[in-house]
């Protein structure tokens, strides 16, 4: 049978719908709530394909309502990530042998049963699971997961179809080979999207992966799994395990075959697996590959010129939304001091009229932390700013989990600017302003600079352009997604591919083809056509 060349369907952005009263969206998302609310489920590990159960159950609630009980998921042990690495193995020869237009198939499959027939499910889940907004789930979980399948594809096939210069005696070619091994995927609690990519990214380019969700993702986790089983994708490829980190960091990083990791999560822990590797480096067949996104300690820079309405609307969005636990969420900004009065009303006029509360009332702007490890974390640090006298609180400062994990959203104004609060990651509802003298905005522009040790989201508000174009150049190095009059977050798959360095990171930029390069051995074969035939040159004449 003679076999054609093929390119995929042209990939675009999924519409964010807008969920607006008395629309079709709105009722169907509404039925998958009460729908959730109203069944208590069990959550099996999914090893070689199968449901995986033990006589570990943990319970499942809503941060919001941390009384109500939505399910169980089954607590794995050493022995379950064994079965899953060895079934990752067994599949792996015959997955990465499988055309890449198959591959193709299945997680575009997966991406058109994302916005269609799941999108009210997977979005419930990730509320009700997350505490997440009906907005901020709807770009999360439906649209960005979409994207993550739906753009790499089109990159998987770019990848493949660069090839290096040939000529009428010689043809060059590069095969991208799956690595040798498996993957372990290991994804945070915070985003939907991030936990479909981080495991099906490196699938699609061939690989077998071991999974491991989030303790307080795994709600909306064992959705994604059952998307991409009904997709199509076979027993192996993708190993879903719900165990502890060092249960599983004891088995996977001194296999042989461990051959990568793709992580998002905080600082430390990515330093100690590296470590961990590190150490472990002679065990491996070859050198893994190591792809993370981690902290940030994000920042907004304020010009004089800016426009005080639109930083104001920057940091309270870019702060509060989804309670400030976004890896890019703006948590300290500089202000000149003259024009903070202006910026100060506009938030007091954002904040008097901002909602907190369940996400079954879709009224509310903020929701509940994640946990009460979280809670308890914000809170400490309210609490030592309220006593500190080189603070003051200037709005919010109150916090209750009798129902759930609530934090007020706080504003904290420094005179300190390198206060904790402006250098710590705290990944909550807590921001921190520092107020700077509007001569001395060189100054400044060194303070946002070496204050963190975090490079990964930061913007500039300012309307003269030499400025905009000056702290380009200054803070360079600053933040790996740089934003010009907006706020530091919302980054889109194909559109601003997202990633930081320094302390945030390896910068391999999820949504873009530089992650997908990571997942794949590249090998050069040369064939000549015309061999030559004698060992001597033209210069060797006599």
């Not at 599983?248 to 793709?262: R, T």
């Not at 009059?485 to 320094?502: E, I, L, M, S």
Request: glycine fraction near 6%; charge should be negative; proline fraction near 5%.
């Amino acid at each position: 049978m003679q076999k054609s060349l093929y390119f995929a369907p042209p990939a675009k952005n999924e519409p964010v719908l807008t969920y607006k009263k008395g629309s079709p969206e709105r009722e169907r998302l509404i039925r998958a709530i009460d729908w959730a609310r109203s069944h208590v489920i069990e959550v099996p590990m999914i090893i070689n394909g199968k449901e995986v159960r033990t006589d570990k159950k943990i319970e499942l609630h809503p941060p919001h309502d941390h009384q109500h009980l939505l399910g169980h998921y089954f607590r794995g042990d050493e022995s379950h990530v064994k079965d899953a690495i060895d079934a990752a193995l067994r599949a792996r020869e015959k997955w990465a042998n499988m055309s890449w237009k198959q591959r193709a198939s299945i997680f575009l499959r997966a991406a058109g049963l994302i916005s269609g027939p799941y999108r009210a499910r997977i979005n419930a889940a990730t509320m009700l699971g997350q505490s997440k907004s009906v907005h901020q789930a709807e770009i999360d979980s439906a649209c960005e997961l979409a994207d993550f399948l739906r753009f790499n594809v089109q990159y998987m096939t770019e990848i493949f179809n660069e090839q290096p210069e040939s000529d009428e005696l010689r043809w060059n070619r590069t095969e991208q080979r799956a690595l040798e091994g498996f993957v372990f995927a290991l994804t945070p609690f915070n985003f939907t999207a991030i936990a479909g990519n981080l495991p099906s990214a490196p699938a699609m380019m061939g690989n077998t992966v071991v999974w491991k969700a989030s303790n307080t993702q795994i709600y909306a986790a064992r959705i994604i799994m059952e998307i991409f089983m009904e997709a199509g994708l076979p027993d192996g490829v993708i190993n879903l395990v719900y165990v502890s980190g060092p249960v599983a960091g004891n088995v996977i990083f001194s296999h042989p075959d461990f051959a990568g990791i793709h992580f998002t999560g905080s600082t430390s822990v990515f330093q100690n697996i590296w470590k961990e590797i590190g150490n472990n480096i002679s065990k491996y067949k070859s050198y893994p590959r190591i792809v993370g996104e981690t902290g940030g300690k994000n920042f907004v820079l304020v010009h004089e010129t800016a426009n005080a309405t639109q930083v104001a609307t920057a940091l309270t969005r870019g702060a509060f939304e989804y309670q400030g636990q976004k890896c890019s969420a703006v948590s300290r900004a500089y202000i000149p001091d003259n024009m903070w009065d202006e910026v100060l009303c506009e938030i007091k006029c954002d904040m008097d009229t901002m909602k907190m509360g369940p996400v079954e009332d879709f009224s509310n702007f903020l929701n509940a932390v994640i946990d009460e490890a979280s809670f308890d974390k914000l809170s400490g640090f309210i609490d030592r700013a309220k006593e500190d006298k080189e603070v003051e609180i200037i709005h919010g400062g109150t916090y209750d989990k009798s129902k759930g994990y609530f934090i007020e959203p706080t504003i904290i104004l420094t005179k300190d600017p390198h206060y904790i609060t402006m250098e710590e990651e705290l990944f909550g509802s807590i921001l921190t302003i520092y107020i700077y003298d509007h001569t001395k905005f060189e100054e400044t522009i060194d303070l946002v600079d070496k204050t963190s040790i975090y490079a990964l989201t930061g913007s500039i508000f300012s309307k003269d352009r030499y400025v905009i174009e000056h702290v380009m150049k200054k803070l360079e190095h600053a933040a790996g997604n740089f934003y010009i009059n907006d706020k530091p977050t919302g980054a889109v798959v194909n559109q601003q591919p997202f990633g930081g360095a320094r302390g945030s990171g390896t910068n391999d930029k999820a949504g873009s083809k530089l992650n997908l390069l990571r997942w794949v051995s590249p090998r050069t074969i040369k064939e000549c056509f015309l061999p030559p035939e004698s060992y001597k040159y033209p210069f060797m004449e006599e």
